[in-house]
């Protein structure tokens, strides 16, 4: 669909959305992703595992936790991914039949790109889809409330956070 058509269909609140996830797989993940941040001491993230929809939406299905990927991933207060993770990655992904269509991470306060987190991607293919919930993940935080930038390539992203549930929609 040409993107001017999809825009207005966006505004019109009839496109689909961009991501969705079922109401307790997402509520689960960011319960999960709070507690890993151990009271607040460090930040948290995970791989968002899932599978693209007909409508040309990417459906979440399972969060994977970085620290069970990669036990050092959290050990300096600051998410880092190390390529010698991706393998068990990859292997995780084979195993559900699932690719990895977004990540998620916690931040202290707001929700707002760290420069860090633009110039390194945690997937750095054009479209990926990066989230950030605020602090800490505590709340709950849901879509309206939460950063969504997609990676443009070249170091360049684009916001879509305030399009809220029009961009990313949970489910019953
Ligand atoms: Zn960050």
């Known amino acids: 669909m040409p993107s001017l058509l999809n825009k207005l269909l966006g505004w019109l609140g009839l496109a689909p959305p961009r991501l969705r996830c079922r109401r307790e797989v997402w509520n689960a993940g960011v319960a999960e992703l709070e507690r890993r941040t151990l009271n607040g001491r460090r930040e948290s993230g995970a791989y968002l595992l899932g599978s693209n929809r007909p409508d040309g939406s990417r459906e979440i299905s399972e969060f994977v936790f970085y620290d069970d990927i990669d036990p050092a991933a959290l050990a300096t207060g ?95």
């Open 78 to 172: 600051i998410v880092t991914i190390r390529q010698t993770a991706l393998p068990r990655l990859w292997e995780v992904c084979r195993s559900r039949g699932l690719g990895v269509i977004a990540d998620v991470h916690v931040h202290p306060y707001g929700y707002g790109q760290s420069e860090s987190d633009q110039a390194n991607p945690v997937i750095p293919r054009i479209g990926h889809l990066a989230l950030i919930l605020p602090n800490f993940a505590r709340g709950r935080p849901l879509p309206g409330l939460i950063g969504m930038y997609e990676f443009l390539g070249d170091g360049r992203w684009a916001s879509h956070s305030d399009q809220g549930s029009r961009f990313f929609k949970l489910e019953a």
